[in-house]
């Protein structure tokens, strides 16, 4: 059982070809969706125990199937050459903790704007609910650090999206697209509330627990079934 584990999970093989593929195309479409400038963020996918993450420094469109990097949970390279992300500690944090299967981390201009300013992002909007209710801040550290880790983690608490102070965003789900897409959510409300905001003499109204808990109710039937 062992073995197959590691054999699925190696370096050249199918479910790690695809994953490392998909890792690539995400990461590239957060720079095409202006989530991220240059180098900055970072993107990981779990493969049972392995975890490809992208490397520290390396422009996403250079990233070639040669260029697969895989690590432990404990962190230990597995395969690949390059050096892991700055922000592996976070990744490695949010895996050992939860039952996530890809992370999305970002410097999204709105959404890091909003962390300078509140300590968590009100309910703006319903979709609140879609990212396990308000998403808080978590305390600014510096990056690559355990400290920033147990920040974001202590943040995501009942949530799979926190904002990183002065820094972006965090965001975990089952699958690659749908960590893109909550992080393209969180992105999109952080825009919503800064214009609201900016309105002078007005204040945006903000949604209930309990509306927000009755939104997360009927999510949990949204889409095509099967």
């Known amino acids: 059982m062992t073995e197959q584990r590691h054999t699925d999970s190696g370096p050249g093989s199918a479910a790690v070809t695809r994953a490392w593929d998909d890792l690539v195309a995400t990461a590239r479409r957060t720079v095409t969706d202006g989530l991220v400038v240059g ?44 050096v892991p992300t700055s922000e592996l500690p976070m990744h490695l944090a949010i895996y050992r903790a939860t039952d996530a ?7 999204a201009v709105h959404a890091t704007a909003v962390s300078t300013l509140v300590p968590e992002l009100p ?16 305390p600014y550290a510096l990056y690559g650090t355990d400290e920033l880790a147990e920040n974001m983690l202590h943040a995501l608490r009942d949530r799979n999206a926190c904002l990183l102070q002065n820094h972006g965003t965090v965001v975990y789900g089952d699958t690659l697209a749908q960590a893109f897409d909550r992080t393209a959510q969180l992105e999109w409300m952080c825009r919503l509330w800064l214009t609201a905001t900016s309105v002078p003499g007005h204040a945006p109204t903000i949604l ?15 889409g095509q079934p099967g």
Do not use: C, I, W
Request: charged share 20%; hydrophobic share 40%; glycine share 14%.
């Open 123 to 138: 309910a703006v909007h319903y979709m609140t609910a879609a990212l396990g209710g308000t998403v808080r801040v978590a």
């Open 39 to 82: 180098t900055s963020g970072n993107v990981s996918v779990r493969v049972g125990d392995t975890v490809l993450v992208t490397p520290s420094g390396v422009a996403y469109d250079r990233l070639r199937p040669a260029d697969v990097l895989g690590v432990g949970l404990d962190g230990e390279r597995l395969f690949g050459t390059l």
């Open 208 to 222: 209930t627990a309990a509306q927000v808990r009755e939104t997360g109710e009927k999510l949990k039937g949204y």
């Open 101 to 107: 299967r890809a992370v999305v981390h970002t410097h």
